[in-house]
């Protein structure tokens, strides 16, 4: 075997050997990577669920206080309902009495109109009498 033909197989040698070491560690620097990596995503699903536990423990709170704000403002609220409710009542009992007013004034101009359809036909009548009477009172003369 030539001298080169050794360096050659030596150079290979190491060559091959180099990469294996190359590919070990990056190897183990990705398994690393990957435990490093499901550590966090475990770390972040730890955070986020006591972030939805904090989160729900604050709007606990906000519907405590509010429930506490709208008990005082539920009294107001009660006694401008009353307030308003005593104000449409006297309004419905104006219009209830105006309403019979116009209902009174309804059956008066009801009466006079069968009053005035009653005088209207004793009137036809009169001057048809009348126009008989004269018809007579012409033949006599």
Known sequence: PSPSRGADTFVESSLESFKA??????????????????????????????????????LTLQEQQQQQGSDSGLESELQESRSCTAELEGKLQKSVEALAEKDAQIHTLQQQRESDTSLESELEESRARSLKLEGELAKSE
């Open 21 to 58: 070491e190359i590919i070990d560690g990056l190897e183990s620097e990705l398994s690393e990577s990957r435990a490093r990596y499901l550590e966090l995503e475990r770390k972040l699903a730890k955070s986020e669920e006591a972030s939805r536990e904090k989160d729900a423990q604050i």
